[in-house]
C-alpha cells in the first residue's frame, strides 16, 4: 500500500484515506489493485470524494461531493457503498 493512503478501520467498511499530495493516478492505481475504497480531496478542491472499484465496468468510479469534513465524508461514503445494487457515482 502507498505511503500516502492509510486505512480507516473503525467501522465495519475499510476504506482508505488518501494524504493531501496523493496523485490521482496513485489513488487510481491503489484502487484498481486492491479494489478497496478510497476518500480523497481532488488538487483544487476543498471537499472529499469516494473512489470505489465498480466491477461491472472493470474501471474505477467516484462519487460526488461527500463535504469538507473527514468523519462526517467517511460515514457518508460508507452509507454510499453499502446501499445494496447502488452506483455510488450517483450520489
Same mark, same amino acid.
Given at each position: 500500500?502507498?505511503?500516502?493512503?492509510?486505512?480507516?478501520?473503525? #467501522?465495519?467498511?475499510?476504506?482508505?484515506?488518501?494524504?493531501?499530495?496523493?496523485?490521482? /493516478? #496513485?489513488?487510481?492505481?491503489?484502487?484498481?489493485?486492491?479494489?478497496?475504497?478510497?476518500?480523497?480531496?481532488?488538487?483544487?478542491?476543498? /471537499?472529499?470524494?469516494?473512489?470505489?472499484?465498480?466491477?461491472?465496468?472493470?474501471?474505477?468510479?467516484?462519487?460526488?461531493?461527500?463535504?469538507?469534513?473527514?468523519?462526517?465524508?467517511?460515514?457518508?461514503?460508507?452509507?454510499?457503498?453499502? /446501499?445494496? /445494487?447502488?452506483?455510488?457515482?450517483?450520489?
Amino acid at each position: 500500500m502507498p505511503a500516502k493512503i492509510t486505512v480507516d478501520a473503525t #467501522e465495519p467498511l475499510d476504506v482508505g484515506v488518501a494524504e493531501p499530495g496523493t496523485t490521482w /493516478q #496513485e489513488i487510481d492505481d491503489y484502487v484498481r489493485i486492491a479494489h478497496n475504497p478510497v476518500l480523497a480531496v481532488p488538487p483544487d478542491a476543498t /471537499q472529499y470524494r469516494g473512489v470505489y472499484w465498480d466491477p461491472s465496468t472493470a474501471m474505477t468510479g467516484t462519487t460526488g461531493d461527500l463535504g469538507s469534513d473527514l468523519h462526517a465524508a467517511l460515514s457518508e461514503f460508507r452509507a454510499i457503498l453499502l /446501499q445494496p /445494487q447502488s452506483d455510488p457515482g450517483a450520489g
